[in-house]
């Protein structure tokens, strides 16, 4: 079994920056993706990044590309999301979630099977 918990969400203003820390306990084989998603109210969830557990391919939704970043701390089994230059619809829940076989790189959340409990960003504009 995985346990996910993120950290690090907030409230801040437009243009402001946050990171957010996903703490991965129990067992992650190098076949693992790791991913960001968020849901906002009355919104689906949707994708927002991903990175390979082995070798640190890195996936983004075209609309955070340029802002966020993916990374993976292996030694300390973490993995962040550095959002920057945040705006008013940045705001959601973000969740972290594992996917053991690696096939939720390009975002599938189906392909997820371990998820945290979310943690609230809300950027005011």
């Known amino acids: 079994q995985v346990q996910l918990v993120e950290s690090g969400g907030g409230l801040v203003q437009a243009g402001d920056s946050l990171r957010l820390a996903c703490a991965v306990s129990?067992?992650?084989?190098?076949?693992?993706?790791m991913g960001w998603f968020r849901q906002a109210p009355g919104k689906e969830r949707e994708f927002v990044a991903a990175?390979?557990?082995?070798?640190?391919?890195?996936y983004y939704e075209d609309s955070v590309r340029d802002r966020f970043t993916i990374s993976r701390d292996n030694a300390k089994n973490t993995v962040y999301l550095q959002m920057n230059s945040l705006k008013p619809e940045d705001t959601a829940v973000y969740y972290c979630?594992?996917?053991?076989?690696?096939?939720?790189?390009?975002?599938?959340?189906?392909?997820?099977?371990?998820w945290g409990q979310g943690t609230q960003v809300t950027v005011s504009s």
């Open positions: 129990g067992r992650i084989f190098s076949s693992y993706a």
């Open positions: 990175i390979s557990w082995s070798d640190s391919r890195l």
């Open positions: 979630a594992a996917d053991p076989r690696g096939w939720g790189l390009l975002g599938s959340s189906s392909e997820y099977d371990y």
